[in-house]
């Protein structure tokens, strides 16, 4: 599976951007997707995530209620509906395709080989 993460940009605070995961290669309906993020210093961390049919979603506890995860597996692309942006919310944003059964699977990055990465997108939020 190859991942390709777009969308990212320079917001105000209180704005909106969405992410966009397309994926190619082996069948990308196979695998939960998931989004993390991760700033200069700090460990890569989990934002949300979907399950391989998109009936089941996770969230962090700091996007609930603003961020929304989706997919469509027609399209092979999953997407982070981002709104009411805050500043903390600057990172690079990676989605990822990897197996994943109960949300203690889903808040772990995938290791090496147990999961596909994107390239990850910047997102900057101004006060």
């Known amino acids: 599976v190859q991942l390709q993460a777009s969308g990212g940009g320079l917001v105000q605070a209180g704005g909106s951007l969405r992410l966009s995961c397309a994926a190619s290669g082996r069948t990308f309906s196979t695998y939960s997707g998931g989004w993390f993020r991760q700033t200069p210093g700090k460990e890569r961390e989990f934002v949300a995530g979907i399950n391989w049919s998109g009936t089941t979603t996770y969230y962090a506890d700091f996007v609930k209620g603003r961020f929304t995860i989706s997919r469509d597996n027609a399209k092979n692309t999953v997407w982070l509906q981002m709104n009411s942006l805050k500043p903390e919310d600057t990172a690079v944003y990676f989605c990822?395709?990897?197996?994943?059964?109960?949300?203690?699977?889903?808040?772990?990055?995938?290791?090496?080989?147990?999961?596909?990465w994107g390239q990850g997108t910047q997102v900057t939020v101004s006060s």
């Open positions: 990822a395709a990897y197996h994943a059964l109960y949300r203690s699977d889903y808040v772990k990055p995938p290791e090496p080989g147990l999961g596909y």
